[in-house]
């Protein structure tokens, strides 16, 4: 499995960020507010990255036994590609939400009256990069190391 790359989560950020832009810049054309996240979304962002960590403990547990040369138990395959998998999802859902909750932002301050409900898609923002951050911790952690012997045997 291809380890994430920034340049996908910019590809999903700018999209969005300009989408919602021009969204909100139709919405007060014709009239209606520009949204702004709600307390809900504000604090499940972080805990949706918070939950991909957690879920990532045994693996952690694992890779430091393994540096510390213990003897552990292996990680259920299954479950590592499950949390990898996840982690991949939770930082290109939070590179979406930071683009959406960005351009709401920017339109926001390209407005004549800035109201405070900008601060609510700000934090917005922060919960996306909790969400991108978590997720790319998890997904560096879950590699399988490269193996340090040649086998001059496969030659």
Known sequence: MKQLKIS????????TLTLAFFAAEFLVQN????????????????LLGLAVVFMAIPI??????MVDRKVVPRVNPFYAVRVVL????VAISGAIFIGWHAGLA????SSPVVTDAIW?????????LV??????IVERNCRVPEDDKTDGAAA
């Not at 920017?106 to 301050?109: N, Y």
């Open 31 to 46: 009239g209606e507010a520009i949204p702004a996240a709600g307390l809900e979304i504000i604090v499940t962002l972080p």
């Open 60 to 65: 952690f547990k694992y890779r430091k036994a």
């Open 120 to 128: 609510q898609n700000l934090w917005a923002m922060f919960g996306g």
């Open 131 to 136: 969400m991108v951050v978590c997720g790319l």
């Open 106 to 109: 920017w339109a926001q301050f």
């Open 8 to 15: 996908t989560l910019f590809g999903w950020l700018v999209p």
């Open 86 to 89: 996840l982690a991949k999802a």
